[in-house]
């Protein structure tokens, strides 16, 4: 048969969302169609509107004619835009297709005409790429990597190993750290990994490499940044050595786990903190023994909240199978980063273990601070004591008085603060109490001081907010016999201190 009399079959087959399809077989005589598809822009980030115009057309618009719309999403399923499965054209025949993408990758359009008695049926696709919203420069958070050595040093043929962590605000998984072996002869390697690896779902990762000759080496691991984070890089260094028996230097390597960390605080309450210091230690051979809990070590934590604010305070318990412990008040609401510090010693590396949380609620001030405003040195002098009387001079002492007035930066009495303490040492190391209020004399020492001796003079304060504090001092040593007396006075301050932490710390007591 004469393909020439064969009908053209144009079949049409549109599956909307999984309701049924359209099929038509176009006949001689019926009038051709055709759809436009204009996006407003072909990339757009996420989050944005995507705007499509269409126009059907057959010669010209076709007016009140129904269209039917699907959008097929970057994971292969199917949705539909703002104006639904169906819309119909307006009376010169254009309509809109409008539609919000959540997340990134190209986004294909439909839009189909089903074959009537007079027209052909027709479709059309276009597709609109969706990106990230990449941050500017200035908004990016900054990232640290960290190198941790197995050993300082290694035998060649043998394998050095390094752990390794991205963090910002914590770790940051799933982006690409490039590695790099500096040998001693300046040339570069890759290690075991290749020349990149990608960090795991803590942002940690891990460089592996086997030395061949004696020398010194580098590990440099780098980031290189992305839309999210600025670049970071960081090197660590270590010697490959000839082998053979010999003691390895210290110190050695340590670590720290923060093994306990509230998820979330209520500014008021107070939380347990917990982290444990791993160390590791060497045979004669310079052997590397696993990892083992840390012994005979001092953990101090620093609590920093997101306005700055710096806290310190040592562990409230001593290390048991490495564990330290610390009890936290938590006073502020906010981002708080938590750090325990292992300062490190004769044996064993100073490392940081880090974490964070987050508080919620109102700032509290009622935990109140105690400072040590000031430690004053009052002396006794001996020239003013007249020489004839002779030895006994050694054996006279003489009362102190002190008087203190404190005030706050404005030079008004705050009354919202409390003197709490103020005590005077002699040089025996007695101490003498006083309080007050805001206003403090009186006599300490009941004994006195001996001549030449000195005094160390405490005053400490509980305040319930931050402010400024300002000292003024006055005191007095009067000597005395059974028919003579001499009062030798000096001052104290005017001193000013800044108060900015409403956190307890121990008196002097």
């Known amino acids: 048969m004469d393909k020439k009399l064969i009908a053209t079959a144009i079949v049409a087959v549109l599956m909307i969302g999984s309701v049924g399809v359209f099929a038509s077989a176009s006949l001689t005589g019926k009038n051709g169609t055709s759809i436009a598809l204009t ?15 269409g126009k059907l057309r057959s010669g010209g618009g076709m007016p009140d004619t129904m269209v039917t719309l699907m959008i097929t999403k970057p994971d292969g399923t199917s949705d539909y835009p703002v104006q639904g499965a169906n819309v119909r054209t307006d009376s010169s025949g254009d309509f809109d297709i409008d ?31 969706v990106e990230k919203n990449p941050l500017p420069v200035g908004d990016k958070r900054e990232t640290t990597v960290v190198l941790t050595l197995a050993a300082y040093d290694v035998d060649i043929g043998k394998n050095m190993h390094a752990d390794g962590q991205l963090t910002g605000t914590s770790g940051i998984a799933g982006v690409t750290m490039t590695l790099n072996v500096k040998k001693p002869d300046g040339s570069s390697a890759n290690p075991s990994q290749g020349k990149s690896v990608v960090t795991d779902s803590s942002g940690k990762f891990s460089i592996d490499y086997v030395p061949t000759a004696v020398g010194s080496y580098q590990f ?61 230690t060497y045979d004669e051979y310079c052997k590397v023994s696993p990892w083992k809990p840390g012994a005979d ?45 292992f300062p490190g010693n004769e044996k064993y590396l100073k490392v940081d273990g880090h974490a964070s949380t987050k508080a919620t609620g109102n700032t509290v001030y009622w935990h109140g601070l105690w400072i040590t405003v000031e430690k004053w040195y009052i002396t006794a002098d001996p020239s003013k004591y007249p020489t004839d009387f002779g030895w006994d001079i050694g054996y006279m002492y003489d009362p102190v008085f002190v008087l203190l007035k404190v005030k706050n930066a404005q030079d008004t009495i705050n009354t919202n603060m409390v003197v709490q303490d103020l005590y ?33 003079v405490w005053v400490c304060f509980w305040v319930p907010n931050t402010q400024s504090l300002v000292i003024n001092g006055l005191y007095g040593v009067v000597h005395t016999s059974s028919d003579w007396y001499y009062q030798d006075f000096g001052y104290l301050g005017p001193k000013t201190y800044n108060v900015n932490i409403p956190l307890p710390v121990q008196s002097p007591a």
């Open 39 to 53: 996006p407003v822009a072909s990339v757009i980030e996420i989050g944005e509107s995507i705007h499509i115009d």
């Open 99 to 129: 539609y919000v993408a959540a997340s990134e990758g190209t986004y294909k359009f439909t839009a189909a005409f089903a074959e009537t008695e007079s027209y052909k049926g027709c479709s059309v696709i276009t597709q609109v790429l």
């Open 220 to 280: 440099t691991a780098t980031f290189a940044g992305n839309d999210e984070n600025k670049g970071s890089t960081k090197t660590v260094y270590f010697t490959a050595n000839e082998g053979g028996n010999k003691v390895c230097a210290m110190p050695w390597p340590s670590k720290i786990d923060m093994i306990q960390v509230p998820t979330s605080m209520i500014a008021g309450e107070t939380y347990t903190f917990k982290c444990q210091l791993f160390v590791k």
């Open 297 to 341: 070590a001092e953990i101090t934590w620093t609590f920093k909240n997101s306005n700055g604010v710096s806290v310190s305070i040592e562990s409230t318990s001593s290390l048991k199978e490495g564990i330290a412990t610390v009890e936290f008040p938590c006073y502020m609401a906010g981002q708080w980063s938590v750090e325990a510090h």
């Open 424 to 456: 005077v040492t002699d040089t025996d190391g007695q101490a003498y109490w006083g309080m007050s209020g805001n206003f403090i004399g009186t006599n300490f020492f009941t004994s006195g001081l001996a001549p030449g001796g000195e005094a160390k």
